[in-house]
């Protein structure tokens, strides 16, 4: 850790301990909109009583956010806040895609056989933390922090039991036409009205206009215009890696 720190290496963590528990949440957003995709999910996670703190990647082209637990709480546990709190961003900003579910760590509920899961890498990293990266950001400003170490200690936990509470209130997210419905989102942001006709196109594959349609709107389509992907749950039952199987079809 100390080389780590300096600068001399990099280090990784495994998130999924032994038993399936975890100790933290992760999410990783990359491509052209992952300042915007980031920010959605952080207001989201706010919406749910959720700290996060969000943190610049090494690439400086993506970010990460962090939740922390008191104790160990079970991965499917985990997952399933991190699963919930995508779905509430995207009511918000329906450009953050489906992938995404595919992109918490830990990546599954149960140790995979004959591994130790995915391997994310730790922030504060010597060489990063010099060029402005791998550092912990204020969300309101995108500034980060003077006192990396200080504002990581004050980074609230969530413990044990306030995580099976807020899992009790969360159902599976929904996907393809029997399922979908439109929600309303619960972050405190101006609600626009669902257009009263969408306009769409017939082709090889349906195109909608998304002139006038609302995120929450948008969002209740694409998983709507998706499936939950068999092959995912049977390799996560079987405790095989889910690596490169994405969780919902498109």
Known sequence: MDSHLSGGAHVGLYPLLQGDECRLLACDFDGSGWVLDALAYVDAANS????????????????????????????????????????????????LDLSSYDRLFPTQDFMPKGSFGNLIALPLQGECRRRGTTVFLDPA??????????????????????????????????????????RRPRAQTPQQKPPETIHAVSRAMLEIDRIGVPPALLAALKHLASLHNPDYYEKERLRFSTWNTPRFLR
Do not use: K, N
């Open 48 to 95: 749910f009583g959720v700290p996060v703190a969000l943190e610049r990647s090494r690439s400086g082209d993506g970010a990460h956010t962090w939740t922390f637990f008191s104790g160990p709480v079970p991965a499917a546990s985990a997952r399933r806040i991190g699963v919930h709190i995508l779905r509430e961003a995207m009511e918000c900003r329906a450009e």
């Open 141 to 182: 400003s995108l500034e980060l922090y003077a006192d990396q170490w200080s504002y990581l200690a004050s980074v609230p936990r969530i413990s044990p039991g306030a995580v099976a509470s807020l899992v009790e209130t969360m159902t599976p997210v929904s996907a393809g036409p029997a399922d979908t419905h439109y």
